[in-house]
């Protein structure tokens, strides 16, 4: 799973650059088609699918390991194999000398605590696991049938809250849960996130080939067909159509409705303060595909950072690959 959300992170490093490289109006359509073809090919909604059936397979293997010897939750369950059994309950029995309170507790978890949570309570964490690690699964399975990930994903928190109620005392001995829905679900938002952002990328390098041959952006994408596209490709959070509006001054507005899966207009308005976290163009109520700066609103952020830092910057004029991907001057 982690090596999965590291790629999605390499992934959206690769669209914010691809961005920048189609502000060149040196690229040729060889050029754009080569890029399109490979972004095409990335398909982080099979990749997460894979990812997920062998967390499946890891989680059966972690619990039958834990069976056999001494978990230690401080270690996310691997046990320190250094130490003999003597020699922990040696250390168990100074703990209880030097904090009676605290030692006898630890005595006590690491004794009857794991007999009981071996013979009995593992096999109800073990099912809580793969009952949720399924549902993900089975959810990732329907949205790469053009299934709708917005609503998708609320079943999945839904199915999850109910998996965790049947099984109220899981996770208790051991202090977390594998494969817990949590994670699981964040997973799946950020999978929602960068398919999201791999569409509006892939459209938005087709209108650009379109316009580097008639001049002119197409009135709807329909256009694109059969040219660019043999099928448009679809917003991932509600299953339909990419929006696209050409405006007066012949430039578009690209965009997705967004993890609520709501249409709003095309608002890139963000759903929650910006922070260096999650300052990210594709946040906001509607992910919209962004427009570069104009050369006045250039100006005006040069103009707001020199008067922040008391200084006189000389502005020279704006090279659009220095713009950076946001719907803003900001």
């Known amino acids: 799973m982690i090596s999965e959300l590291v790629r999605i992170a390499i992934g959206q490093f690769a669209i914010n650059s691809t961005w920048e490289a189609l502000q060149s109006p040196d690229l040729s359509d060889a050029q754009l088609r080569e ?14 699918e894979a990812v997920l059936a062998m967390e ?24 320190d194999s250094s130490k003999s059994g003597l020699a922990e309950l ?5 703990n209880v000398l030097e904090d009676p309170k605290e030692g006898a507790k630890a005595l006590w978890h690491r004794y009857p605590g794991y007999w009981t949570w071996k013979w009995w309570q593992s096999y109800d964490d073990e099912l809580v ?5 399924q549902a993900c699964l089975e959810t990732v399975r329907a949205a790469r049938k053009d299934h709708p990930i ?34 699981l679900e964040r997973l ?44 448009l490709p679809l917003d991932p959070m509600d299953g339909q159509p990419l929006r696209y509006h050409l405006k007066p001054d012949g430039t ?29 163009w594709w946040r906001g109520i509607d992910a919209v595909w962004p427009s570069p700066a104009t050369k006045e609103e250039v100006t005006a952020e040069f103009e707001r950072v020199a008067r922040s830092r008391n200084v006189t910057l000389q ?16």
């Open 150 to 183: 917005a609503p998708v994903q609320k079943q999945l928190a839904q199915q999850a809250a109910l998996i965790n109620q049947a099984h109220p005392g899981a996770g208790t001995w051991l202090g977390f849960l594998v494969g817990t829905g949590g994670s």
């Open 129 to 133: 696991s793969a009952e949720t690690v």
């Open 90 to 94: 040696r250390e168990l029995g100074q």
């Open 252 to 280: 578009f507005l690209l965009y997705s409705v967004g993890e609520d899966g709501h249409d709003d207009g095309g608002d890139p308005t963000p759903t929650e303060p910006a922070t260096r976290v999650n300052k990210s």
């Open 56 to 79: 499946r397979v890891s989680d059966t293997l972690t619990f039958s390991h834990w069976r056999e010897s001494y978990p230690s939750p401080s270690e996310l369950g691997l046990a």
């Open 315 to 330: 502005i020279r004029p704006a090279n659009p690959l220095a713009a950076s991907p946001t719907n803003s001057a900001k």
């Open 188 to 231: 799946l938002i950020r999978v929602g996130g960068i398919e999201t952002q791999r569409s509006l990328l892939i459209t938005a390098i087709a209108l650009k080939r379109y316009h580097l041959k008639h001049s002119a952006y197409p009135a709807e994408l329909t256009e694109l067909i059969p040219d660019f596209f043999l099928r």
């Open 35 to 48: 890029l399109q073809s490979a972004w095409e090919s990335v398909d982080f909604a099979e990749q997460t």
